[in-house]
């Protein structure tokens, strides 16, 4: 029966339903069941919550479920046999994916030290599959971000033996996994990878402009294919959030073109507003990544402006889930940037407080070397 209701979630092809954006191996799971027993109880967990997302309410036999399920892959990870195998990590990102639904703000349950613990002992070789490896690369993005709260989450250099071939393979720095990794070491000391961050920066002008450009000819061609716009929007918003992190970053050090990275920021966040007004179509499932650059907007902006549409439609997407309280994660992430970085070059641009205020008075035009949007 189980089974059944699973495999009818997965033939679900309206994108704002779709199971899909949590990873393409997750249509390879039927074949899997039976063979583990946290996979198994994992998978009738977020079979059962799933109508928690369309029905916007919590039952009490979902969350029943969801229950046995951590009982379960508690047991499981403490079988060395079983622990670190490709159907247990399975299990745990499933288990992720639920807390997401119909976990409540209280929950500060935490996966990535565990994801981390347990990737760093994974031999590439033995996850050459298709499903293992795509399974490997997804739990490899809520390691890093958590890497972000909790520097002390080692990432290297198991992430880099893990997503080598990946990424040199992608044409795209700033999709590259071993660069996002960085973004914790970026903040905690940016001045030591000053020269790293520009050029990662500075690669983002060319490949922002062709993700803007194929999501527009998609719309432009009408008769749009919800599923890759959607997708695709997703990874215009990682690269934002790259973006405007590394802008924060950056132009502290820039007093030369302190103003110019600043009108390059308020570029970005437009971008980001417009990417999640747009994404809203495909609430919740297909758009679940739109609050984390949102995020990320409303940190790197001050404009009184901004932050009020940024706060506007972060409101919106926390009806979908209300687990993450979204305006307190931003105001984190600025504290977290204001920490790692402006303090250390506050004297210096004390130094340039009366130039910059002049500087404003007059229309603002993008220095040449402002080159990202």
Same mark, same amino acid.
């Given at each position: 029966?189980?089974?059944?209701?699973?495999?009818?979630?997965?033939?679900?092809?309206?994108?704002?339903?779709?199971?899909?954006?949590?990873?393409?191996?997750?249509?390879?799971?039927?074949?899997?069941?039976?063979?583990?027993?946290?996979?198994?109880?994992?998978?009738?967990?977020?079979?059962?919550?799933?109508?928690?997302?369309?029905?916007?309410?919590?039952?009490?036999?979902?969350?029943?479920?969801?229950?046995?399920?951590?009982?379960?892959?508690?047991?499981?990870?403490?079988?060395?046999?079983?622990?670190?195998?490709?159907?247990?990590?399975?299990?745990?990102?499933?288990?992720?994916?639920?807390?997401?639904?119909?976990?409540?703000?209280?929950?500060?349950?935490?996966?990535?030290?565990?994801?981390?613990?347990?990737?760093?002992?994974?031999?590439?070789?033995?996850?050459?599959?298709?499903?293992?490896? *795509?399974? $490997?690369?997804?739990?490899?993005?809520?390691? %890093?971000? !958590?890497? #972000?709260?909790? @520097? /002390?989450?080692? &990432?290297?250099?198991?992430?880099?033996?893990?997503?080598?071939?990946?990424?040199?393979?992608?044409?795209? *720095?700033? $999709?590259?996994?071993?660069?996002?990794?960085? %973004?914790? !070491?970026? #903040?905690?000391? @940016? /001045?030591?990878? &000053?020269?790293?961050?520009?050029?990662?920066?500075?690669?983002?002008?060319?490949?922002?402009?062709?993700?803007?450009?194929?999501?527009?000819?998609?719309?432009?061609?009408?008769?749009?294919?919800?599923?890759?716009?959607?997708?695709?929007?997703?990874?215009?918003?990682?690269?934002?959030?790259?973006?405007?992190?590394?802008?924060?970053?950056?132009?502290?050090?820039?007093?030369?073109?302190?103003?110019?990275?600043?009108?390059?920021?308020?570029?970005?966040?437009?971008?980001?507003?417009?990417?999640?007004?747009?994404?809203?179509?495909?609430?919740?499932?297909?758009?679940?990544?739109?609050?984390?650059?949102?995020?990320?907007?409303?940190?790197?902006?001050?404009?009184?402006?901004?932050?009020?549409?940024?706060?506007?439609?972060?409101?919106?997407?926390?009806?979908?889930?209300?687990?993450?309280?979204?305006?307190?994660?931003?105001?984190?992430?600025?504290?977290?940037?204001?920490?790692?970085?402006?303090?250390?070059?506050?004297?210096?641009?004390?130094?340039?407080?009366?130039?910059?205020?002049?500087?404003?008075?007059?229309?603002?035009?993008?220095?040449?070397?402002?080159?990202?949007?």
């Amino acid at each position: 029966m189980i089974m059944g209701a699973f495999c009818s979630a997965l033939r679900i092809t309206d994108v704002r339903y779709d199971l899909g954006v949590y990873g393409t191996f997750i249509k390879d799971i039927p074949r899997r069941i039976g063979t583990n027993a946290a996979l198994d109880a994992s998978v009738k967990a977020i079979t059962s919550t799933y109508s928690a997302v369309h029905k916007r309410s919590k039952t009490v036999e979902s969350l029943e479920h969801y229950v046995d399920a951590l009982e379960v892959l508690r047991n499981t990870l403490n079988d060395p046999m079983e622990a670190g195998s490709a159907n247990t990590l399975c299990a745990m990102y499933l288990m992720m994916v639920c807390q997401g639904w119909v976990g409540d703000k209280d929950d500060r349950t935490s996966h990535g030290e565990a994801f981390a613990y347990l990737l760093s002992r994974v031999q590439p070789q033995d996850f050459q599959a298709t499903f293992e490896d *795509e399974l $490997l690369m997804t739990l490899c993005v809520p390691v %890093i971000v !958590e890497s #972000i709260a909790k @520097p /002390q989450l080692q &990432l290297h250099p198991w992430l880099e033996r893990l997503t080598q071939a990946r990424d040199d393979a992608c044409p795209m *720095e700033s $999709l590259k996994l071993r660069n996002m990794a960085k %973004i914790s !070491e970026f #903040i905690s000391n @940016p /001045q030591g990878n &000053l020269v790293e961050m520009q050029f990662i920066y500075g690669s983002m002008a060319p490949e922002l402009a062709k993700i803007r450009a194929f999501l527009a000819k998609i719309v432009e061609a009408g008769d749009i294919d919800r599923t890759v716009h959607s997708r695709y929007q997703t990874v215009y918003g990682i690269q934002l959030s790259f973006a405007m992190i590394l802008n924060v970053l950056l132009r502290s050090f820039s007093i030369d073109n302190f103003m110019g990275m600043l009108e390059e920021c308020t570029l970005l966040v437009n971008e980001t507003i417009a990417l999640a007004e747009d994404a809203s179509q495909y609430r919740p499932l297909g758009s679940s990544g739109a609050p984390t650059t949102l995020v990320c907007a409303w940190a790197a902006t001050s404009d009184i402006a901004q932050r009020k549409r940024a706060e506007q439609l972060m409101d919106e997407y926390q009806a979908d889930f209300e687990i993450a309280n979204w305006k307190e994660i931003a105001r984190w992430i600025e504290k977290k940037l204001n920490d790692g970085c402006l303090s250390q070059c506050l004297p210096e641009l004390s130094m340039f407080t009366t130039e910059l205020e002049l500087q404003a008075e007059d229309p603002i035009t993008t220095p040449q070397e402002c080159n990202v949007m």
